[in-house]
C-alpha cells in the first residue's frame, strides 16, 4: 500500500503547487490496478481491523479511482518495478500499463521475480 500512498501524497502535493522539484519516484511491485480479490473484503464483516486496510486495495475502492484520475507534473519522474512471476497482481494487463502511462512511468519487468523478490533485485540496480 505504500506505493499508492506515496501517489496520493504526490497528488496533493501537486494540487497545493507545493511540488516544484525534480522528484524520482520508484514504486516497486505496485498493484497500480488495484486487486480483484479484495473486492471480495466488502463481504466480510467491517468489525475485523485489517479489512478496512485491505478494503483501500481493491480494483473498485475510491482511492483506486484517485489512482486511475491522477495526472503528475512533469517534474516528477516514475519508474515502476514488477516481477514477472508476481502471483499478487498482473502487470501485462492493459488497465496496469494505462495506469504506468498516467503516471509517465517506465516499466521494468523482472524476469523469474515474485512480488517480494522484485524488492531484492532493484537493490541489485543500485
Do not use: C
Not at 468489525?47 to 503528475?72: C, D, K, T, V
Not at 497482481?89 to 516499466?107: E, Q
Amino acid at each position: 500500500m505504500g506505493g499508492r500512498v506515496a501517489i496520493g501524497s504526490l497528488a496533493i502535493l501537486s494540487s497545493k503547487g507545493t511540488l516544484t522539484n525534480r522528484v524520482e519516484l520508484n514504486l516497486i511491485a505496485v498493484p497500480l490496478a488495484g486487486i480483484a480479490r479484495a473486492n471480495l473484503l466488502r463481504l466480510l464483516p467491517r468489525f475485523l481491523p485489517w479489512i478496512r486496510l485491505l478494503n483501500g486495495m481493491a480494483s473498485s475502492s475510491g482511492h483506486q479511482r484517485m489512482i486511475e484520475h491522477l495526472r503528475l507534473p512533469g517534474n516528477v519522474e516514475v519508474n515502476v518495478f514488477a516481477g514477472d512471476q508476481d502471483s499478487v497482481f498482473k502487470h501485462s494487463t492493459k488497465k496496469y500499463r494505462a495506469l504506468v502511462s498516467v503516471l509517465h512511468g517506465t516499466l521494468h519487468v523482472f524476469p523469474n521475480a515474485t512480488h517480494m523478490s522484485a524488492l531484492e533485485e532493484v537493490a541489485r540496480l543500485r
